[in-house]
């Protein structure tokens, strides 16, 4: 298998090619290795770490996502997800992981998510109006706005309503000083921008490399996880009085938010709540929720405006679909609009805020190929072996951005290619996954939320599009992989300057 260059340069001799994959916008490298290398091969880890693969090839993919007993995900990045999340879904592993799962699959269920759909609106529409107050006071020409700090508003408000019956009221995010943040929706704002921040220096490059090498009760003292512990704590001490009540019957929620249908579907065939689903479950999978709901959606939202904001003729076809629409928006009539469609696909394609899953082989196993590897000895290799121990990184950004599968355009916002026949390469070419895309993930261990993502952001781009106009300011905006996919504008991350007025019609 082939290793990019091991120049000084490129591999140093301490951080491999890891420091280097780092540095640069997320999934760049490895988008430059695939067109040198192709679909899979080997980089240098940091630290004297054994060799990781780089896989896009999509047989590989869809063989390590599908095997997600033989494949989990590495012991380093489990610890970190046991203090920040609790082990609920994304910690658990093999049997517990089949059995989270199961119980927590209804409350994704599509009718499920269409239950929650008047909540999406209501917290799509504050948005909308604290926008439109904020902008209107600048008059026609309207104001240049760091779109950063609003999108995580909806986010926040929809996954508290939706996941426990609780109001964040993160209108409030809108306008706040991180340094003396007053509510819980500023504290986790505040606390999580905080971790970004510092996020893109040497030292967070050092922690997880660190953590991989050293056992969890010193990863545990490491300042990057105690910041992110903030966050659980705070959910934890709003959820525990909310879950202990619907655990006796008393959960006040509309019926329709995840802890009501969890608590439901978690009885067993005497109506008494199953004893494997503990209070500290239910907790950490409402912060698991949260946390891996919350900013993933607004990072989605955010590349996505950017888009439109540099692509104004997308937007405004976008906007002329949704003020044709002769029924007033609601779930319908936005599952119904098809460039709505394609520009949720697109922005997703381009910008998958979850851009580098990883994994590590607990078995030694043979892993079938897309594309053959040709050795030197002139061997064609149509699958290759691994070893017990071997660690996967899954580049997704990289992957659907091929040009080889993508095409000369891969790189550019075209939501026109998800509409016209042969506009996207054929099923056979793509990976298996929501739509042919990895943003969610594939097989037993994809995102379980990609329905709701998929709907906020169908919701709050609908409702924000036809009142609104985007413009770019014409500062670059780079994508950095700071815990999730980020905004960063000279140097600074969290900022995402757009030039927005009232929408004429
Ligand atoms: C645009 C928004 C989102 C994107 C791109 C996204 C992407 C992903 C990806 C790639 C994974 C797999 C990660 C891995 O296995 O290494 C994942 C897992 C997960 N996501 Fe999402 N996600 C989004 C929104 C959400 C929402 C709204 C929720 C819940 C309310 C959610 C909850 C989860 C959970 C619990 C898992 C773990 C599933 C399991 O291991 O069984 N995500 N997500």
Redesign the pocket.
């Known amino acids: 298998m082939s290793f990019p260059p091991k120049s000084s340069r490129i591999a140093t001799w301490l951080w491999g090619h890891e420091l280097l994959a780092f540095e640069n916008d997320a999934n760049h490298m490895y988008s430059t290795w695939v067109r040198q290398f192709g679909p899979l091969f080997k980089i240098k880890a940091a630290l004297f770490h054994p060799d990781i693969i780089i896989a896009t090839d999509r047989a590989a993919v869809r063989h390590i996502?599908a095997n997600s007993k033989t494949y989990i995900?590495t012991p380093a990045f489990r610890n970190q997800v046991a203090k920040i999340l609790g082990k609920?879904?994304?910690w658990?592993e093999g049997d517990d992981?089949a059995f989270?799962?199961r119980i927590?699959g209804p409350a994704?269920s599509a009718e499920s998510i269409k239950g929650m759909a008047n909540d999406v609106f209501e917290c799509a529409e504050q948005l909308e109006s604290l926008l439109v107050n904020h902008v209107r006071a600048y008059g026609e020409q309207g104001t240049l706005v760091n779109i950063f700090k609003y999108t995580s508003i909806p986010?926040l408000d929809i996954?508290g309503r939706?996941?426990f019956g609780h109001d964040f009221n993160a209108a409030s995010l809108a306008d706040f000083d991180p340094a003396a943040p007053e509510t819980d929706a500023q504290t986790m704002i505040a606390t999580w921008a905080g971790v970004m921040h510092k996020a893109y220096t040497f030292p967070a490059f050092l922690a997880p490399v660190i953590v991989r090498a050293v056992p969890a009760w010193l990863s545990a003292r490491l300042s990057h996880t105690q910041a992110q512990n903030r966050i659980s704590t705070t959910i934890a001490r709003i959820a525990a009085p909310i879950v202990s009540a619907a655990q006796r019957g008393e959960h006040s929620g509309n019926g329709k938010d995840?802890l009501s249908i969890l608590t439901r579907a978690g009885k067993d065939s005497e109506g008494k709540l199953r004893e494997e689903l503990t209070d500290e479950t239910i907790i950490s999978?409402i912060n698991?929720?949260?946390i891996?709901?919350?900013q993933?959606?607004a990072?989605?939202l955010n590349f996505t405006l950017l888009e439109l904001a540099q692509h104004p003729e997308a937007q405004q076809k976008l906007r002329s679909e949704l003020l044709a629409s002769e029924s007033n928006l609601d779930y319908d009539s936005v599952q119904e609009m098809p460039y709505l469609d394609a520009v949720v696909k697109e922005g997703?394609r381009l910008h998958?805020?979850?851009p580098q899953?990883?994994?590590l082989a607990l078995q030694d196993d043979v892993i079938p190929l897309s594309t053959p590897i040709h050795t030197a000895s002139g061997e064609i290799l149509h699958s290759i072996r691994i070893s017990k121990g071997q660690a996967f990184y899954l580049p997704?950004i990289t992957a659907q951005t091929d040009p080889s599968v993508w095409g000369p355009e891969a790189y550019t916002f075209i939501p026109e290619r998800w509409l016209s026949p042969g506009g996207i390469p054929s099923q056979h070419e793509l990976p298996h996954g929501w739509s042919g895309l990895?943003?969610?993930?594939d097989g037993?261990?994809?995102?379980?939320?990609?329905r709701?993502?998929?709907m906020?952001?169908k919701v709050i781009l609908a409702v924000l599009i036809r009142s609104l106009e985007f413009r770019d300011t014409g500062v670059p905006v780079r994508q950095r992989l700071l815990q999730t996919l980020s905004p960063m504008v000279n140097g600074e991350a969290g900022v995402l300057p757009l030039h927005v007025k009232i929408a004429s019609a």
């Open positions: 996502y995900k609920g879904l994304v658990a992981h989270q799962r927590l994704f986010t996954i939706v996941g995840i999978n698991t929720f949260i891996a709901g919350q993933t959606t990072d989605a997703l998958s805020p979850l899953p990883e994994r997704v990895l943003a969610f993930a037993p261990r994809n995102c379980i939320g990609y709701l993502a998929v906020e952001m």
